[in-house]
């Protein structure tokens, strides 16, 4: 199921004195750049992404820290993101999600501890039901859990 393009609405005045209606201006990159990249996820949980599957709305990548295995996503929009957070469903795991990134690892106590620094919260998932018979969004990448 491909995701649905977001646009940002950016408001612009009018110069030279006077007032005027405020504007709305289409920003396309707005819609493409997610909150934290896998990069920056990464590297506030110490480790270095290494690019394990990039789709035409997403991207994931793993890095192994001192703490833990880590699996990093980053969206180009949050309908992907809950599309693929929704199939993951079948895979079960703990994610911490922001604001279209999302993080995989060891447990539950370890994903609370990150959500101090990064925010977002933590959603749990378990195995529901027999497999779809498609992949998610692109038809790409598996989702995986660090450390299962």
């Not at 370890?110 to 969004?137: D, F, I, K, N, Q």
Request: contains cysteine; hydrophobic residues 40%; glycine residues 10%.
């Amino acid at each position: 199921m491909p995701a649905a393009a977001v646009c940002a609405l950016m408001v612009s005045g009018c110069a030279g004195g006077a007032e005027s209606a405020a504007t709305a201006v289409v920003s396309p990159s707005a819609a493409t750049v997610p909150s934290m990249t896998v990069e920056q996820l990464a590297s506030a949980v110490g480790c270095t992404a290494e690019i394990t599957s990039q789709a035409s709305d997403y991207r994931q990548a793993t890095c192994r820290s001192a703490q833990a295995d880590h699996v990093l996503l980053d969206f180009d929009t949050a309908e992907g993101q809950r599309a693929w957070l929704d199939y993951a469903q079948m895979y079960g795991g703990v994610y911490l999600v922001g604001d279209r990134w999302a993080l995989s690892a060891k447990s539950k106590e370890y994903m609370e501890s990150l959500r101090a620094t990064l925010g977002g919260t933590v959603e749990e998932r378990g195995p529901v039901g027999p497999a779809p018979a498609a992949p998610p969004a692109s038809g790409s990448a598996q989702p995986t859990t660090g450390g299962r």
